[in-house]
């Protein structure tokens, strides 16, 4: 993945490489190269591109964000009344709201708001 | 060590007796602490052996560069090149975690991360640390986090308070997330492995005492890509959420 290993277009000869041999050396390698990146890429599959770290930490998340999103709207609606004294509403409402920002949370996460720029509402 | 019940492997025992007392609770060096001072020592003794500097690298070197050059690459993805300032914290919070997950794994061990009071205040101080530099940094313009972009008024004042209790839910998930993989992953193969003993023990029922043996080696396999992939997970997500910190805009 890493591209390390590109080819720099004009300083491939060096100062005044002196050896004809060096050039050929030199692009018999970068083919060789090219097919073993190739071979790799072939060898990943279909896989290869689906199984990158980031996505499983996405998988991970999805369902942990849903709860704590409600777990989270439940606690703080049972902080509000005990503080507050709004028994029961606080903790109905929020614990709507935190349905609410759970299901936010995932949209968000799955990239479902970036995908579509303006909400079709707006 | 045997664990007669899967939640015992939790218990918080006192090695020494109370050293003082905060408030009236006595405070001991108990095996939490006792494996948090070993995996802070490990970590401690690999860095300085591994970072010796030698231009060709050796094995362990080679581990710590890795160790480096993934967490950078992770952080600069996740916040930026300004994130990088935070490189340090990232790291140490992702070695500690990876540390304790995978020390946690070794029989008879003790797994610091399965305790909630842990991971909360490491996800708590991370949020703490978010908000605090977010609002070192902009100042009140920081709440613009909460405003999210291109939506009709009505729905504004909604979403905003929406957006705040999902901002306040992500310590919880952060800390929730981490401490039930642990949990839930060591409570499994403890009942697996009890049912190896009680098979084993119970005449006939000896001759398939093998297959949960099977499933528990099976299980070890799982709790090792688990803790490693939670403690990606931890790093990756506080990387995202200072990078909140560095850029408010949606």
Known sequence: MAPEDEPSPSGSAGPGSPDPDFDRRLAAFRTQI????????????????????????????????????????????WLCDHFLGTSPWGLIVLLLLGFVAGVYNVMRDSGFLDAGGSPPAG | MVHADPISQFDIVGISGPLFRVGGAPVAFTNSALLMAIIVGLIVAFMLVATRGSMVPGRLQSAAELFYEFTAQTVRE?????????????????????CSNVLGIIPGSFTVTGQIVITAALAGFIILMVVFYGFYKHGLGWLRLFVPPDVPGWLLPMLVFVEVVSFWTRPISLSVRLFANMLGGHMAMSIFAYFVAALLFGGVWAVISPFPLLLVVALVALELLVAVLQAYVFAILTALYLNDALHPHH
Do not use: C, D, Y
Not at chain 1, 39 to 55: D, F, L
Not at chain 1, 64 to 77: R, V
Not at chain 2, 78 to 98: D, H, K, Q, Y
């Open chain 2, 78 to 98: 996740s916040a930026g090149n300004e994130g990088m300032r935070f490189f340090p914290f990232v790291f140490t919070v992702f070695i500690f975690v990876l």
């Open chain 1, 34 to 77: 090219e097919r073993a990146e190739r071979g790799e890429k072939q060898a990943g599959g279909s896989r290869g591109e689906r199984a990158s770290p980031a996505s499983l930490v996405g998988a991970l998340r999805l369902s942990s964000e849903f709860i704590a999103g409600i777990l989270g709207g439940a606690g703080l609606g």
